[in-house]
């Protein structure tokens, strides 16, 4: 704005000195004519303005879109998001583990994000890393993030989803490479496979879960949480959600 507000302003102040009433050398036309070269002045100033600012707003639009790939050294991690009553799953489709309220990724690489709800919308948010983005039942949302350096970084629901709202917090760890391989290898040995009777248990209503990992995970899962939220919105967390959202 002050590309605007600074000439004009210094423009006010010069057109004030030069045509002042003891000033003889400033003419005055008594009749009215058309001055092709204000008029430029006049428009071309708004013009460029609004070019300049239309192009700054098109060319960061883009390269913040949320789906648009962030470059990295290292291959993208695929996180599959389900946000449930009140617990947020982490689906790992490659690499066959899946976590609660706890999501775990390798430092400076990309991570790509699909997203849905289970019941009603939900909004995924990691502020340190940035961008918030909703998760709707029957829909998928695409978000890129990446975390540069190792690190824990809260993440959150940033919009209202009933009761247990104020637990719906998660960690998100960035860890080196080798560590990352030490906890694919520690979920891999310890607790419980995630089938459809154990999405069905987790998929039940509850608050404050703490932090747990599946040593592996029902094939095609999201895709198949994703069509139950289609066919049957009423009822998407195999139980319902049991709140207005």
């Keep these: 704005m002050l590309v605007v507000v600074i000439p004009v ?5 010069a057109f004030a ?3 002042r009433a003891s000033n003889d050398r400033a003419t005055r ?21 609004v070019i300049l600012l239309g192009g700054v707003i098109w060319i960061g639009a883009h390269q913040l879109d949320p789906r648009a790939p962030i470059a990295g050294k290292n291959n993208p ?3 599959e998001v389900v946000s449930l009553d009140w617990k947020w799953l982490f689906i790992y489709p490659d690499l066959g583990v899946a976590a609660v309220n706890q999501l775990v990724i390798p430092a400076a690489t990309p991570i790509e994000f699909q997203l849905t709800s289970a019941t009603v919308m939900n909004s995924f948010f990691v502020p340190q890393l940035g961008s918030q983005i909703y998760t709707m039942g029957g829909m998928v ?7 540069d350096a190792p690190g ?7 919009n209202f989803s009933g009761d247990g709202f104020s637990w719906m917090r998660f960690v998100v760890k960035s860890v080196p490479a080798g560590d990352f391989n030490a906890w694919l290898s520690q979920a891999r ?3 419980s496979g995630l089938d459809n009777a154990g999405y ?21 899962l999201f895709e198949h949480i994703l069509e139950r939220t289609m066919t049957d919105p009423g009822n998407a967390g195999m139980g319902g959600a049991q709140q207005g959202g």
Excluded: M, Q
């Design 29 to 49: 036309a008594s009749d009215k004519s058309y001055e092709g070269r204000i008029e430029f002045v006049v428009w071309s100033i708004p013009a460029l303005t």
């Design 141 to 147: 949302t695409h978000l890129n993030l990446l975390a």
């Design 189 to 191: 040995g310890a607790g």
């Design 152 to 158: 824990e970084y809260p993440g959150l629901s940033a």
């Design 200 to 220: 069905a248990e987790l998929a039940k209503p509850s608050k404050d879960l703490p932090p747990k990992t599946y040593r592996s995970v029902e094939p095609k």
């Design 77 to 79: 991690v695929r996180v």
């Design 17 to 19: 000195w030069w045509y």
């Design 9 to 13: 302003i210094l423009a006010t102040l």
